[in-house]
Protein backbone atom coordinates (compact mmCIF):
# COMPACT_ATOMS: atom_id res chain seq x y z
CA UNK A 1 0.00 0.00 0.00
CA UNK A 2 2.75 2.17 0.57
CA UNK A 3 5.46 2.44 -1.62
CA UNK A 4 9.27 2.16 -0.48
CA UNK A 5 11.40 5.25 1.25
CA UNK A 6 14.42 6.71 -0.94
CA UNK A 7 16.87 4.73 1.28
CA UNK A 8 14.70 1.11 0.66
CA UNK A 9 14.81 2.33 -3.27
CA UNK A 10 18.56 2.92 -2.62
CA UNK A 11 19.60 0.00 -1.30
CA UNK A 12 16.96 -1.97 -4.27
CA UNK A 13 18.99 -0.53 -6.98
CA UNK A 14 22.21 -1.75 -5.79
CA UNK A 15 20.73 -4.71 -5.01
CA UNK A 16 19.54 -4.78 -8.85
CA UNK A 17 23.16 -4.50 -10.22
CA UNK A 18 23.74 -7.64 -8.04
CA UNK A 19 21.07 -9.84 -9.94
CA UNK A 20 22.38 -8.51 -13.45
CA UNK A 21 25.89 -9.39 -13.03
CA UNK A 22 24.68 -12.25 -15.53
CA UNK A 23 21.89 -11.62 -16.95
CA UNK A 24 19.63 -14.89 -16.77
CA UNK A 25 18.33 -14.38 -20.30
CA UNK A 26 16.35 -16.23 -23.04
CA UNK A 27 16.88 -19.94 -25.09
CA UNK A 28 15.16 -21.72 -27.34
CA UNK A 29 15.66 -25.20 -28.41
CA UNK A 30 13.20 -25.23 -31.38
CA UNK A 31 10.64 -22.97 -33.02
CA UNK A 32 8.42 -25.72 -32.38
CA UNK A 33 7.78 -27.45 -29.28
CA UNK A 34 5.23 -29.43 -27.58
CA UNK A 35 3.90 -30.70 -24.16
CA UNK A 36 2.10 -33.26 -23.71
CA UNK A 37 0.18 -35.42 -21.61
CA UNK A 38 -0.03 -32.70 -19.37
CA UNK A 39 -2.46 -31.70 -17.32
CA UNK A 40 -3.77 -28.21 -18.34
CA UNK A 41 -5.29 -25.06 -17.20
CA UNK A 42 -6.12 -23.06 -20.18
CA UNK A 43 -6.83 -19.90 -17.57
CA UNK A 44 -10.34 -20.74 -17.07
CA UNK A 45 -10.76 -24.61 -17.12
CA UNK A 46 -9.06 -27.34 -16.82
CA UNK A 47 -7.88 -29.78 -19.66
CA UNK A 48 -6.95 -33.63 -18.70
CA UNK A 49 -3.58 -35.44 -20.64
CA UNK A 50 -4.05 -32.36 -23.28
CA UNK A 51 -1.13 -31.70 -25.61
CA UNK A 52 -0.11 -27.83 -26.16
CA UNK A 53 1.79 -27.21 -29.59
CA UNK A 54 3.70 -24.15 -29.61
CA UNK A 55 5.53 -22.98 -33.24
CA UNK A 56 7.35 -19.74 -33.65
CA UNK A 57 6.70 -17.84 -30.27
CA UNK A 58 2.65 -19.05 -30.29
CA UNK A 59 0.17 -21.53 -29.40
CA UNK A 60 -0.80 -23.51 -32.22
CA UNK A 61 -3.58 -26.35 -30.75
CA UNK A 62 -4.58 -27.28 -27.47
CA UNK A 63 -6.10 -30.19 -26.70
CA UNK A 64 -6.19 -34.22 -26.48
CA UNK A 65 -5.90 -35.47 -29.97
CA UNK A 66 -3.48 -31.85 -31.39
CA UNK A 67 -1.22 -34.01 -33.91
CA UNK A 68 2.44 -33.00 -33.39
CA UNK A 69 4.22 -31.83 -36.09
CA UNK A 70 7.73 -33.30 -37.39
CA UNK A 71 10.23 -32.77 -35.66
CA UNK A 72 9.61 -30.62 -32.72
CA UNK A 73 11.00 -31.04 -29.18
CA UNK A 74 8.64 -33.21 -27.25
CA UNK A 75 8.17 -32.08 -23.25
CA UNK A 76 6.73 -34.92 -20.88
CA UNK A 77 3.82 -33.33 -18.73
CA UNK A 78 3.11 -36.35 -17.08
CA UNK A 79 2.43 -35.41 -13.46
CA UNK A 80 2.39 -32.41 -14.31
CA UNK A 81 0.38 -29.29 -14.82
CA UNK A 82 0.99 -26.26 -17.25
CA UNK A 83 -0.30 -23.53 -16.60
CA UNK A 84 -0.56 -19.56 -18.54
CA UNK A 85 2.44 -17.15 -17.25
CA UNK A 86 1.31 -15.65 -14.57
CA UNK A 87 0.29 -11.72 -13.97
CA UNK A 88 1.14 -10.35 -11.03
CA UNK A 89 -1.40 -7.02 -10.84
CA UNK A 90 0.02 -4.44 -8.23
CA UNK A 91 3.87 -4.06 -8.52
CA UNK A 92 5.85 -0.88 -8.44
CA UNK A 93 8.67 -1.48 -10.91
CA UNK A 94 12.46 -0.58 -10.70
CA UNK A 95 15.18 -1.94 -12.39
CA UNK A 96 16.05 -5.46 -11.79
CA UNK A 97 12.80 -5.88 -11.36
CA UNK A 98 11.14 -7.21 -13.95
CA UNK A 99 14.45 -9.99 -14.47
CA UNK A 100 13.32 -11.43 -10.63
CA UNK A 101 9.39 -11.97 -11.58
CA UNK A 102 9.99 -14.05 -14.08
CA UNK A 103 12.11 -16.14 -12.56
CA UNK A 104 8.88 -17.24 -10.49
CA UNK A 105 6.86 -17.71 -13.44
CA UNK A 106 5.34 -13.95 -13.37
CA UNK A 107 5.83 -13.11 -17.23
CA UNK A 108 3.75 -9.54 -16.87
CA UNK A 109 3.94 -7.10 -13.99
CA UNK A 110 1.25 -5.02 -13.76
CA UNK A 111 2.78 -1.80 -12.46
CA UNK A 112 0.94 0.85 -10.46
CA UNK A 113 3.33 3.31 -9.83
CA UNK A 114 6.97 3.96 -11.86
CA UNK A 115 9.40 6.13 -13.39
CA UNK A 116 8.49 7.51 -16.50
CA UNK A 117 11.48 7.82 -17.87
CA UNK A 118 12.05 3.84 -16.93
CA UNK A 119 8.86 2.93 -18.52
CA UNK A 120 9.27 4.16 -21.88
CA UNK A 121 12.82 2.86 -22.18
CA UNK A 122 10.80 -1.38 -21.22
CA UNK A 123 8.03 -0.40 -23.19
CA UNK A 124 10.81 1.30 -25.89
CA UNK A 125 12.25 -2.64 -25.61
CA UNK A 126 8.69 -4.69 -25.82
CA UNK A 127 7.56 -2.85 -28.94
CA UNK A 128 11.31 -3.86 -30.76
CA UNK A 129 10.71 -8.00 -29.15
CA UNK A 130 13.75 -6.93 -27.24
CA UNK A 131 12.19 -7.98 -24.37
CA UNK A 132 13.62 -11.07 -23.62
CA UNK A 133 15.11 -12.35 -20.34
CA UNK A 134 12.34 -10.73 -18.33
CA UNK A 135 8.68 -10.01 -17.79
CA UNK A 136 6.68 -7.58 -19.56
CA UNK A 137 5.29 -4.27 -17.87
CA UNK A 138 1.80 -2.69 -18.15
CA UNK A 139 2.14 0.46 -16.42
CA UNK A 140 0.13 4.11 -15.65
CA UNK A 141 3.14 5.53 -15.27
CA UNK A 142 2.69 8.33 -13.03
CA UNK A 143 0.12 8.19 -10.58
CA UNK A 144 -2.49 11.13 -9.93
CA UNK A 145 -2.15 12.45 -7.12
CA UNK A 146 -2.66 15.61 -4.74
CA UNK A 147 0.68 18.85 -3.96
CA UNK A 148 2.31 17.06 -1.02
CA UNK A 149 0.24 13.77 -1.40
CA UNK A 150 1.28 9.83 -1.80
CA UNK A 151 4.20 9.51 -4.56
CA UNK A 152 5.49 13.26 -4.05
CA UNK A 153 8.09 12.48 -1.31
CA UNK A 154 10.58 10.25 -2.64
CA UNK A 155 12.94 13.09 -4.00
CA UNK A 156 11.53 13.30 -8.00
CA UNK A 157 9.34 15.63 -9.19
CA UNK A 158 6.35 14.28 -10.41
CA UNK A 159 2.86 16.03 -11.57
CA UNK A 160 -0.01 16.72 -9.36
CA UNK A 161 -3.70 17.78 -9.27
CA UNK A 162 -5.55 20.27 -7.15
CA UNK A 163 -9.13 20.82 -8.34
CA UNK A 164 -11.81 19.44 -11.10
CA UNK A 165 -10.84 21.70 -14.00
CA UNK A 166 -7.21 20.22 -14.48
CA UNK A 167 -8.66 17.00 -14.58
CA UNK A 168 -8.94 16.21 -18.62
CA UNK A 169 -5.70 17.75 -19.40
CA UNK A 170 -3.66 16.02 -16.51
CA UNK A 171 -5.02 12.67 -18.15
CA UNK A 172 -3.87 13.53 -21.44
CA UNK A 173 -0.70 14.15 -20.38
CA UNK A 174 -0.18 10.68 -18.70
CA UNK A 175 -1.84 9.19 -21.90
CA UNK A 176 1.02 11.08 -24.17
CA UNK A 177 3.46 9.86 -21.31
CA UNK A 178 2.76 6.54 -22.12
CA UNK A 179 0.00 5.52 -19.36
CA UNK A 180 -1.89 2.17 -20.14
CA UNK A 181 -4.26 2.82 -17.34
CA UNK A 182 -4.70 5.85 -14.97
CA UNK A 183 -3.74 5.22 -11.57
CA UNK A 184 -5.17 7.51 -8.70
CA UNK A 185 -4.34 7.59 -5.20
CA UNK A 186 -7.34 8.30 -2.98
CA UNK A 187 -7.01 7.76 0.56
CA UNK A 188 -3.88 9.22 3.33
CA UNK A 189 -1.13 6.70 2.87
CA UNK A 190 1.25 8.02 5.86
CA UNK A 191 0.18 10.39 8.53
CA UNK A 192 0.27 14.13 6.99
CA UNK A 193 -0.08 13.69 3.34
CA UNK A 194 -2.94 15.35 1.11
CA UNK A 195 -5.10 13.85 -0.88
CA UNK A 196 -7.68 14.80 -3.79
CA UNK A 197 -11.50 15.59 -2.86
CA UNK A 198 -14.09 13.70 -4.44
CA UNK A 199 -15.04 15.78 -6.79
CA UNK A 200 -11.61 15.69 -8.41
CA UNK A 201 -11.53 12.10 -8.20
CA UNK A 202 -14.82 11.84 -10.09
CA UNK A 203 -13.42 14.34 -12.55
CA UNK A 204 -10.27 12.02 -13.24
CA UNK A 205 -11.82 8.87 -13.63
CA UNK A 206 -14.31 10.46 -16.12
CA UNK A 207 -11.53 12.34 -18.18
CA UNK A 208 -10.01 8.63 -18.14
CA UNK A 209 -13.28 6.82 -19.49
CA UNK A 210 -12.84 9.80 -21.88
CA UNK A 211 -10.26 8.25 -23.37
CA UNK A 212 -10.64 5.17 -23.44
CA UNK A 213 -8.77 4.27 -20.25
CA UNK A 214 -9.27 2.18 -16.71
CA UNK A 215 -9.09 4.02 -13.66
CA UNK A 216 -7.81 2.17 -11.01
CA UNK A 217 -8.12 3.86 -7.58
CA UNK A 218 -6.02 3.18 -4.30
CA UNK A 219 -7.61 2.89 -0.82
CA UNK A 220 -6.71 2.38 2.07
CA UNK A 221 -10.48 2.53 4.14
CA UNK A 222 -13.78 1.45 3.26
CA UNK A 223 -15.03 5.24 3.51
CA UNK A 224 -12.38 5.58 0.60
CA UNK A 225 -13.27 1.86 -0.90
CA UNK A 226 -17.39 3.38 -1.44
CA UNK A 227 -16.63 6.82 -2.72
CA UNK A 228 -14.46 5.81 -5.11
CA UNK A 229 -16.70 3.37 -6.49
CA UNK A 230 -19.63 5.92 -6.35
CA UNK A 231 -17.63 8.05 -8.35
CA UNK A 232 -17.02 5.80 -10.85
CA UNK A 233 -13.63 3.73 -10.23
CA UNK A 234 -12.92 0.63 -12.78
CA UNK A 235 -10.85 -0.82 -9.77
CA UNK A 236 -9.43 -0.58 -6.10
CA UNK A 237 -6.39 -1.11 -5.55
CA UNK A 238 -6.22 -2.70 -1.83
CA UNK A 239 -9.07 -4.53 0.22
CA UNK A 240 -9.29 -2.34 3.69
CA UNK A 241 -9.15 -3.96 6.90
CA UNK A 242 -10.37 -1.22 8.61
CA UNK A 243 -13.72 -2.59 8.43
CA UNK A 244 -16.09 -5.02 7.11
CA UNK A 245 -17.49 -4.15 4.30
CA UNK A 246 -21.51 -3.68 4.40
CA UNK A 247 -23.99 -5.71 1.93
CA UNK A 248 -25.00 -2.69 0.43
CA UNK A 249 -21.19 -1.52 -1.00
CA UNK A 250 -21.11 -5.07 -1.94
CA UNK A 251 -24.24 -4.50 -4.22
CA UNK A 252 -22.91 -1.14 -5.53
CA UNK A 253 -19.66 -2.93 -6.53
CA UNK A 254 -21.41 -5.58 -8.18
CA UNK A 255 -23.64 -3.32 -10.22
CA UNK A 256 -20.69 -1.16 -11.24
CA UNK A 257 -18.91 -4.16 -12.33
CA UNK A 258 -15.83 -2.92 -10.11
CA UNK A 259 -12.72 -5.29 -10.11
CA UNK A 260 -10.83 -5.33 -6.83
CA UNK A 261 -6.97 -6.19 -6.47
CA UNK A 262 -6.64 -7.04 -2.63
CA UNK A 263 -3.14 -7.25 -2.42
CA UNK A 264 -3.38 -9.78 0.94
CA UNK A 265 0.53 -10.00 0.80
CA UNK A 266 1.02 -6.12 1.81
CA UNK A 267 -2.01 -6.38 4.23
CA UNK A 268 -0.52 -8.77 5.96
CA UNK A 269 2.75 -6.79 6.27
CA UNK A 270 1.02 -3.37 7.18
CA UNK A 271 -0.84 -5.54 10.25
CA UNK A 272 2.70 -6.28 11.22
CA UNK A 273 2.44 -10.20 9.97
CA UNK A 274 5.60 -11.51 8.91
CA UNK A 275 5.93 -14.48 5.99
CA UNK A 276 6.13 -17.73 8.04
CA UNK A 277 9.55 -20.03 7.63
CA UNK A 278 7.77 -22.32 5.80
CA UNK A 279 7.50 -20.03 2.69
CA UNK A 280 10.80 -19.15 2.84
CA UNK A 281 12.55 -22.22 3.30
CA UNK A 282 9.94 -24.00 0.74
CA UNK A 283 12.27 -26.44 -2.02
CA UNK A 284 10.56 -24.98 -4.81
CA UNK A 285 11.32 -21.03 -3.97
CA UNK A 286 14.54 -20.93 -1.80
CA UNK A 287 16.85 -22.08 -4.18
CA UNK A 288 16.04 -18.94 -5.68
CA UNK A 289 15.89 -16.50 -2.90
CA UNK A 290 19.23 -14.35 -2.17
CA UNK A 291 20.11 -12.63 1.38
CA UNK A 292 18.35 -9.42 0.07
CA UNK A 293 15.44 -11.67 -0.59
CA UNK A 294 14.65 -12.98 2.68
CA UNK A 295 15.66 -9.77 4.30
CA UNK A 296 12.83 -8.66 2.15
CA UNK A 297 10.12 -10.95 3.09
CA UNK A 298 11.06 -11.29 6.93
CA UNK A 299 9.97 -7.52 7.13
CA UNK A 300 6.60 -5.46 8.00
CA UNK A 301 5.35 -2.06 8.59
CA UNK A 302 4.91 -1.27 11.94
CA UNK A 303 1.74 -2.74 13.09
CA UNK A 304 -1.37 -1.22 13.42
CA UNK A 305 -3.78 -1.90 16.19
CA UNK A 306 -6.82 -0.26 14.46
CA UNK A 307 -7.01 -2.54 11.45
CA UNK A 308 -8.16 -6.41 11.52
CA UNK A 309 -6.90 -9.20 8.67
CA UNK A 310 -10.33 -10.69 9.41
CA UNK A 311 -11.74 -7.97 8.15
CA UNK A 312 -10.36 -8.11 4.66
CA UNK A 313 -11.06 -12.04 4.35
CA UNK A 314 -14.21 -11.34 5.30
CA UNK A 315 -14.68 -8.50 3.15
CA UNK A 316 -12.98 -10.47 0.12
CA UNK A 317 -15.98 -13.73 0.70
CA UNK A 318 -18.36 -11.30 0.13
CA UNK A 319 -16.63 -9.76 -2.75
CA UNK A 320 -16.17 -13.53 -4.02
CA UNK A 321 -20.36 -14.37 -3.71
CA UNK A 322 -20.95 -11.28 -5.42
CA UNK A 323 -18.94 -12.60 -8.27
CA UNK A 324 -16.98 -9.13 -8.01
CA UNK A 325 -13.42 -9.91 -10.39
CA UNK A 326 -10.56 -10.29 -7.98
CA UNK A 327 -7.44 -10.22 -9.41
CA UNK A 328 -3.86 -11.76 -8.15
CA UNK A 329 -1.50 -8.69 -6.97
CA UNK A 330 1.70 -8.15 -4.52
CA UNK A 331 2.54 -4.50 -4.29
CA UNK A 332 6.27 -5.76 -4.33
CA UNK A 333 8.63 -4.63 -3.39
CA UNK A 334 7.23 -3.12 -0.20
CA UNK A 335 8.24 -4.48 2.96
CA UNK A 336 7.17 -8.33 3.40
CA UNK A 337 7.25 -8.57 -0.51
CA UNK A 338 9.66 -9.70 -3.40
CA UNK A 339 8.66 -9.41 -7.21
CA UNK A 340 7.98 -12.99 -8.43
CA UNK A 341 8.21 -15.19 -5.51
CA UNK A 342 5.68 -12.82 -3.75
CA UNK A 343 2.81 -13.77 -5.73
CA UNK A 344 2.59 -17.46 -4.94
CA UNK A 345 2.00 -16.33 -1.36
CA UNK A 346 -0.36 -14.22 -2.37
CA UNK A 347 -1.99 -17.53 -4.74
CA UNK A 348 -1.92 -18.87 -1.45
CA UNK A 349 -3.54 -16.03 0.87
CA UNK A 350 -6.52 -16.11 -1.86
CA UNK A 351 -7.52 -19.95 -1.03
CA UNK A 352 -7.44 -19.08 2.71
CA UNK A 353 -9.44 -16.37 2.21
CA UNK A 354 -12.31 -18.47 0.26
CA UNK A 355 -11.16 -18.61 -3.44
CA UNK A 356 -10.66 -22.00 -5.27
CA UNK A 357 -7.60 -23.03 -6.87
CA UNK A 358 -8.85 -22.61 -9.58
CA UNK A 359 -10.24 -19.36 -9.03
CA UNK A 360 -6.95 -18.01 -7.61
CA UNK A 361 -5.19 -19.43 -10.52
CA UNK A 362 -7.96 -17.04 -12.93
CA UNK A 363 -6.93 -14.51 -10.87
CA UNK A 364 -3.33 -14.24 -11.67
CA UNK A 365 -4.06 -15.45 -15.19
CA UNK A 366 -7.25 -14.89 -17.52
CA UNK A 367 -8.77 -12.33 -15.52
CA UNK A 368 -5.63 -9.25 -15.68
CA UNK A 369 -5.57 -9.75 -19.03
CA UNK A 370 -9.11 -9.84 -19.86
CA UNK A 371 -9.26 -6.24 -18.05
CA UNK A 372 -6.90 -4.65 -18.49
CA UNK A 373 -6.95 -5.68 -22.51
CA UNK A 374 -4.13 -7.56 -22.59
CA UNK A 375 -5.50 -9.78 -25.62
CA UNK A 376 -2.89 -12.08 -26.44
CA UNK A 377 -1.94 -13.76 -23.02
CA UNK A 378 -3.65 -14.87 -19.39
CA UNK A 379 -4.77 -18.07 -21.40
CA UNK A 380 -3.51 -21.10 -23.21
CA UNK A 381 -5.33 -21.09 -26.32
CA UNK A 382 -4.63 -21.46 -29.99
CA UNK A 383 -3.21 -18.04 -31.88
CA UNK A 384 -2.11 -16.46 -28.32
CA UNK A 385 1.50 -16.06 -27.49
CA UNK A 386 3.17 -18.68 -25.11
CA UNK A 387 3.52 -17.46 -21.97
CA UNK A 388 3.54 -20.60 -19.91
CA UNK A 389 4.98 -22.43 -16.74
CA UNK A 390 5.08 -26.22 -16.43
CA UNK A 391 4.61 -27.03 -12.39
CA UNK A 392 5.13 -30.33 -10.79
CA UNK A 393 2.04 -31.72 -9.42
CA UNK A 394 -1.76 -29.99 -9.08
CA UNK A 395 -2.26 -26.71 -8.07
CA UNK A 396 -6.04 -27.24 -8.52
CA UNK A 397 -6.07 -29.33 -5.63
CA UNK A 398 -3.03 -27.67 -3.59
CA UNK A 399 -2.08 -24.17 -4.94
CA UNK A 400 1.08 -24.45 -3.10
CA UNK A 401 2.17 -26.65 -6.07
CA UNK A 402 3.05 -23.39 -7.94
CA UNK A 403 6.05 -23.07 -6.50
CA UNK A 404 7.07 -26.29 -7.93
CA UNK A 405 8.23 -24.64 -11.23
CA UNK A 406 9.59 -27.02 -13.92
CA UNK A 407 10.32 -24.96 -17.14
CA UNK A 408 8.96 -21.27 -17.88
CA UNK A 409 8.54 -19.97 -21.51
CA UNK A 410 7.68 -16.49 -22.51
CA UNK A 411 7.23 -16.19 -25.77
CA UNK A 412 7.96 -19.54 -26.21
CA UNK A 413 11.50 -18.57 -25.74
CA UNK A 414 12.33 -21.08 -22.60
CA UNK A 415 14.05 -19.18 -19.48
CA UNK A 416 16.85 -20.44 -18.20
CA UNK A 417 16.25 -20.43 -14.44
CA UNK A 418 19.60 -22.44 -14.20
CA UNK A 419 21.67 -19.34 -14.50
CA UNK A 420 19.79 -17.21 -12.02
CA UNK A 421 20.01 -19.51 -9.81
CA UNK A 422 23.74 -19.53 -10.09
CA UNK A 423 23.90 -16.07 -9.63
CA UNK A 424 21.35 -16.58 -6.96
CA UNK A 425 24.27 -19.21 -4.88
CA UNK A 426 27.51 -16.43 -5.57
CA UNK A 427 25.25 -13.97 -3.22
CA UNK A 428 24.92 -16.55 -0.72
CA UNK A 429 28.53 -17.81 -0.57
CA UNK A 430 29.67 -14.10 -0.61
CA UNK A 431 27.01 -13.82 2.55
CA UNK A 432 29.00 -16.24 4.06
CA UNK A 433 32.24 -14.80 3.40
CA UNK A 434 31.46 -11.71 4.99
CA UNK A 435 33.59 -10.49 7.69
CA UNK A 436 31.50 -11.50 10.86
CA UNK A 437 31.05 -8.73 13.56
CA UNK A 438 33.37 -9.07 16.24
CA UNK A 439 31.59 -8.98 20.00
CA UNK A 440 31.54 -5.34 21.27
CA UNK A 441 33.83 -5.34 23.85
CA UNK A 442 32.39 -4.93 27.21
CA UNK A 443 29.04 -6.91 26.28
CA UNK A 444 29.40 -9.37 28.48
CA UNK A 445 28.35 -7.22 31.81
CA UNK A 446 24.85 -6.76 29.42
CA UNK A 447 24.56 -3.03 30.64
CA UNK A 448 24.09 -0.83 28.10
CA UNK A 449 23.84 2.90 29.87
CA UNK A 450 22.44 4.28 33.02
CA UNK A 451 23.48 7.63 32.78
CA UNK A 452 24.49 7.89 36.20
CA UNK A 453 27.39 10.04 35.16
CA UNK A 454 25.18 12.72 34.11
CA UNK A 455 26.17 12.17 30.56
CA UNK A 456 24.71 10.29 27.58
CA UNK A 457 27.77 7.53 27.66
CA UNK A 458 27.45 4.08 27.44
CA UNK A 459 29.62 1.08 28.61
CA UNK A 460 30.47 0.01 25.27
CA UNK A 461 30.28 0.60 21.66
CA UNK A 462 29.77 4.57 20.02
CA UNK A 463 27.47 5.48 22.63
CA UNK A 464 23.90 7.46 22.20
CA UNK A 465 22.83 10.38 19.41
CA UNK A 466 20.18 11.67 18.17
CA UNK A 467 18.19 9.70 15.03
CA UNK A 468 15.68 11.75 12.84
CA UNK A 469 14.29 11.56 9.39
CA UNK A 470 16.20 14.65 8.54
CA UNK A 471 19.19 12.53 5.99
CA UNK A 472 16.04 11.16 4.07
CA UNK A 473 14.29 15.20 3.46
CA UNK A 474 12.08 14.61 6.39
CA UNK A 475 11.46 17.78 8.95
CA UNK A 476 11.29 15.97 12.01
CA UNK A 477 13.48 17.41 15.26
CA UNK A 478 14.57 16.22 18.75
CA UNK A 479 17.28 16.65 21.75
CA UNK A 480 18.49 14.35 24.28
CA UNK A 481 19.97 15.10 27.62
CA UNK A 482 20.16 13.92 30.81
CA UNK A 483 17.73 15.10 33.92
CA UNK A 484 17.53 14.29 37.32
CA UNK A 485 15.36 11.24 38.68
CA UNK A 486 15.62 8.00 36.81
CA UNK A 487 13.47 4.43 37.38
CA UNK A 488 13.83 2.48 40.20
CA UNK A 489 15.05 5.52 42.52
CA UNK A 490 18.06 6.21 40.37
CA UNK A 491 19.93 9.26 40.51
CA UNK A 492 19.22 10.10 36.49
CA UNK A 493 18.20 8.88 33.08
CA UNK A 494 17.99 10.41 29.11
CA UNK A 495 15.24 12.86 28.45
CA UNK A 496 14.50 12.36 24.34
CA UNK A 497 11.99 15.47 23.23
CA UNK A 498 11.08 16.46 19.86
CA UNK A 499 8.73 16.45 16.78
CA UNK A 500 7.38 14.34 14.22
CA UNK A 501 6.58 16.73 11.17
CA UNK A 502 4.54 15.11 8.87
CA UNK A 503 5.43 14.35 4.84
CA UNK A 504 7.25 11.20 5.05
CA UNK A 505 5.53 7.50 5.38
CA UNK A 506 8.78 6.72 7.41
CA UNK A 507 8.82 9.89 9.67
CA UNK A 508 10.52 9.72 12.76
CA UNK A 509 12.25 11.05 15.47
CA UNK A 510 14.24 9.91 18.35
CA UNK A 511 17.26 8.73 19.87
CA UNK A 512 19.62 5.59 18.88
CA UNK A 513 22.34 3.59 20.50
CA UNK A 514 25.80 2.34 18.43
CA UNK A 515 27.03 -0.93 19.88
CA UNK A 516 29.79 -0.84 17.21
CA UNK A 517 33.04 1.10 17.27
CA UNK A 518 31.51 3.75 15.33
CA UNK A 519 28.13 4.47 14.34
CA UNK A 520 26.82 2.10 12.19
CA UNK A 521 29.54 -0.28 12.40
CA UNK A 522 28.01 -3.91 13.04
CA UNK A 523 28.58 -5.93 16.64
CA UNK A 524 27.97 -9.15 17.07
CA UNK A 525 25.39 -9.29 20.56
CA UNK A 526 24.39 -12.50 20.01
CA UNK A 527 25.27 -13.74 23.26
CA UNK A 528 22.45 -12.20 24.58
CA UNK A 529 18.96 -12.82 23.96
CA UNK A 530 17.05 -9.69 24.53
CA UNK A 531 17.15 -5.97 24.56
CA UNK A 532 15.87 -4.80 28.17
CA UNK A 533 15.41 -0.85 29.62
CA UNK A 534 12.73 1.39 31.40
CA UNK A 535 11.02 4.00 29.90
CA UNK A 536 8.04 6.41 30.13
CA UNK A 537 6.82 9.67 28.41
CA UNK A 538 4.00 10.36 25.58
CA UNK A 539 3.80 10.11 22.21
CA UNK A 540 1.15 9.10 19.10
CA UNK A 541 3.43 6.21 18.19
CA UNK A 542 6.89 5.09 19.16
CA UNK A 543 8.44 2.03 17.94
CA UNK A 544 12.15 -0.13 19.16
CA UNK A 545 14.08 -0.18 15.71
CA UNK A 546 16.78 -2.68 15.05
CA UNK A 547 19.15 -1.80 12.33
CA UNK A 548 20.80 -4.95 10.90
CA UNK A 549 24.00 -5.61 8.78
CA UNK A 550 22.19 -6.92 6.23
CA UNK A 551 19.65 -5.12 6.40
CA UNK A 552 21.64 -1.58 5.43
CA UNK A 553 19.63 1.41 6.59
CA UNK A 554 15.88 -0.01 6.84
CA UNK A 555 15.61 -1.13 10.34
CA UNK A 556 13.11 -3.37 12.03
CA UNK A 557 10.16 -2.49 14.10
CA UNK A 558 8.12 -3.54 17.02
CA UNK A 559 5.84 -1.01 18.19
CA UNK A 560 5.97 0.43 21.78
CA UNK A 561 3.42 1.25 24.02
CA UNK A 562 4.45 4.44 26.68
CA UNK A 563 2.52 5.04 29.69
CA UNK A 564 3.15 8.16 31.97
CA UNK A 565 5.01 5.88 34.71
CA UNK A 566 7.79 4.39 34.65
CA UNK A 567 7.57 0.54 33.01
CA UNK A 568 9.89 -2.01 32.12
CA UNK A 569 10.58 -3.36 29.02
CA UNK A 570 11.09 -6.32 27.47
CA UNK A 571 12.04 -6.83 23.51
CA UNK A 572 13.97 -10.31 22.67
CA UNK A 573 15.64 -10.43 19.37
CA UNK A 574 13.80 -12.37 18.09
CA UNK A 575 11.09 -10.63 17.42
CA UNK A 576 12.95 -8.54 14.98
CA UNK A 577 13.23 -10.69 11.79
CA UNK A 578 14.20 -13.55 13.97
CA UNK A 579 17.14 -12.06 14.45
CA UNK A 580 20.09 -13.66 16.97
CA UNK A 581 21.85 -10.45 17.26
CA UNK A 582 24.73 -11.38 15.69
CA UNK A 583 25.24 -8.54 13.09
CA UNK A 584 23.91 -5.16 14.80
CA UNK A 585 24.03 -1.96 13.97
CA UNK A 586 21.86 0.06 15.68
CA UNK A 587 19.68 0.23 18.22
CA UNK A 588 16.95 2.98 18.26
CA UNK A 589 13.62 4.35 20.48
CA UNK A 590 12.07 6.23 18.01
CA UNK A 591 8.36 8.59 17.80
CA UNK A 592 6.58 8.08 14.62
CA UNK A 593 5.57 7.63 11.44
CA UNK A 594 2.20 9.82 13.57
CA UNK A 595 3.32 13.58 13.49
CA UNK A 596 3.29 15.08 16.42
CA UNK A 597 5.16 16.28 19.69
CA UNK A 598 6.90 13.58 21.72
CA UNK A 599 8.72 13.05 24.87
CA UNK A 600 10.77 9.39 25.78
CA UNK A 601 12.67 8.93 28.94
CA UNK A 602 14.55 6.02 29.43
CA UNK A 603 16.84 4.48 32.25
CA UNK A 604 18.76 1.15 33.05
CA UNK A 605 19.44 0.36 29.52
CA UNK A 606 20.79 -3.38 28.70
CA UNK A 607 21.05 -6.49 26.56
CA UNK A 608 20.61 -9.50 28.29
Same mark, same amino acid.
Given at each position: ?66 ? #? ?17 ? #? ?20 ? %? ?19 ? =? ?46 ? $? ?39 ? /? ?8 ? /??? $?? %? ?16 ? @? ?10 ? @? ?10 ? %? ?13 ? &? ?23 ? !? ?17 ? &? ?6 ? @?????? !? ?6 ? +? ?19 ? $? ?25 ? #? ?5 ? $? ?9 ? /? ?5 ? %? ?83 ? +? ?23 ? =? ?6 ? !??? =???? &? /? ?20 ? =? ?15 ? &? ?13
Amino acid at each position: MRRPDKNMIISFLVLSCIFLLKDPGMSQNSSVFAVRDARVFDGERVLEKAVVVVKDGKILGVGAGIP #IPEGASIIDGSGKTLLPGL #IDSHTHIFPGSLEQSIVFGVTT %DIDMFMDVNYMKEVKKLQAEG =KNTGRADLISPGTLVTAPGGQGTQYGLPIPTIKTPAEAQAFVDARIAE $GSDFIKIIYGIVAPGQSVIDKDTLAAVIAAAHKRGKLAVVH /VTQYKNAREA /VEA $GA %DGLAHIFPDERAGEDFVR @LAARRRVFIIPT @LTVINSILGIAV %DDSFLNDSGLSPFLG &PADISGLRQTFPASGSMKYENAEET !LRMLKVAKIPILAGTDAPN &PGTVYGVS @LHRELE !LLVKAGLT +PAEALAAATSLPASIFGLKDR $GRIAAGLRADLILVEGNPLEDIKATRR #IVSIWKG $GALFDRTAYQK /VIEKQKD %DEKKRIKAAPAAGVEAGLISDFEDGRPSSKFGAGWGVSTDSYAGGKSKAEMKVVDEGANGSKRSLLVSGEVAPGLPYAWSGVAFF +PGAMPFAPADLSSKKELVFWARGEA =KSMNVLLY !LQD =KGFM &P /VYVPLKLEKEWQEFVFPFADFA =KTDGHNITGISIAAGPV &PGVFTLQIDEVRIR
